[in-house]
């Protein structure tokens, strides 16, 4: 069986997307507030339809004072990165 990229984004990496727009979230955000328990998986999909999503650490703190290192995404540009160099 050949693998081969979906033209379609599922619902919960368009949701993902939108939230996205407002401002950056980190993971645990995501799975806490949206229900989203693989951000990681919905990113990649918006990564491979062409959106430009900037990746960092945040540092949070958990109710027992632990701190802890998670990612942090950030949506750069909804658009194809080859959509600029297309012009020509």
């Given at each position: 069986m050949l693998k081969r990229?979906?033209?379609y984004l599922k619902p919960q990496a368009?949701?993902?997307r939108d939230r996205l727009i407002e401002r950056p979230y980190n993971t645990?955000?995501?799975r806490?507030?949206?229900n989203i328990y693989n951000p990681a998986s919905r990113i990649s999909e918006l990564i491979?339809?062409?959106c430009v999503i900037e990746k960092g650490w945040a540092i949070i703190k958990d109710i027992n004072g632990?701190?802890?290192r998670?990612?942090?995404y950030s949506l750069v540009s909804?658009?194809?990165k080859e959509a600029d160099n297309d012009e020509g």
């Open positions: 990229k979906r033209k368009l949701f993902l645990y955000e995501l806490a507030k949206f491979d339809d062409g632990g701190l802890h998670i990612r942090q909804q658009f194809n």
